[in-house]
């Protein structure tokens, strides 16, 4: 069974600022992904990535098979950037999704 | 609108009630996934369906919960006898493969007093 890790759990930071969120899994894995949840609670799905690097705009996610270790980054961060981001991961014996508990992102003006 | 729908938004039940959630998947999306958010705690895979086939139910609750993904419209995943430990967040994604993306819908907030 996998088991998805984020850290940190709550973070504050102020607008402009440099954001790295990370997340590790337990087991091999066919797919990582990151998802945004909104204050109102709708999901978005953000990146799917199985290696390598993507980027989107002011987001990009990266991933490290060996190490077993993705991170989310969010270059110039603005309040609106505020909501809970989610890790999660395909594989690993599970046909759904496996979710770490997420991350708690509060961008200050 | 092509994006993965749900209904209800919210759904009110009475303990012992039954709810019945409802989601459409994307156009030409034929794997639906159900997951289900109880307060502050994060989301749980419940169930995996293909068209007319259940494929992963390992998630789902053995007892009052049932889910389905007929030939012809939506997926329903069903509650009997609700409770009020069923009071959550329930979300439907579909994808093209098991392989790929998938897209969420807004969720069904379920109530039960």
């Known amino acids: 069974k996998n088991e998805v890790e984020q850290s940190p759990q709550n973070l504050t930071a102020q607008e402009g600022e440099f954001i790295t969120i990370n997340c590790s899994y337990s087991?091999?894995?066919?797919?990582l992904h990151w998802l945004q949840q909104h204050p109102g609670g709708g999901i978005v799905s953000l990146f799917m990535?199985?290696?390598g690097k993507k980027k989107h705009g002011r987001l990009i996610a990266t991933i490290n098979i060996q190490e077993k270790h993705s991170s989310l980054h969010i270059t110039a961060s603005h309040p609106r950037d505020s909501a809970v981001y989610i890790c999660a991961a395909t594989g690993g014996g599970a046909d759904g999704l496996t979710f770490g508990k997420g991350t708690h992102l509060i961008i200050q003006p | 609108n092509a994006g993965v729908m749900q209904n209800p938004r919210h759904l009110v039940r009475r303990r012992g009630q039954e709810a019945r959630l409802r989601c459409s998947p994307m156009?030409?999306?034929?794997?639906v996934y159900w997951y289900r958010q109880l307060p502050e705690e994060g989301l749980k895979f419940m169930v995996y369906?293909?068209?007319?086939?259940?494929?992963?139910e390992s998630g789902m609750p053995k007892e009052r919960f049932s889910a389905e993904f007929p030939k012809e419209g939506p997926s329903i995943l069903r509650i009997q006898q609700v409770v009020r430990g069923d009071s959550a967040a329930y979300f439907c994604a579909s994808s093209n493969s098991n392989q790929e993306t998938q897209y969420f819908g807004p969720g069904t907030r379920l109530l039960v007093l």
């Open positions: 087991v091999g894995i066919s797919a």
């Open positions: 156009k030409g999306h034929s794997h």
């Open positions: 990535l199985s290696s």
């Open positions: 369906l293909q068209k007319e086939n259940i494929i992963d």
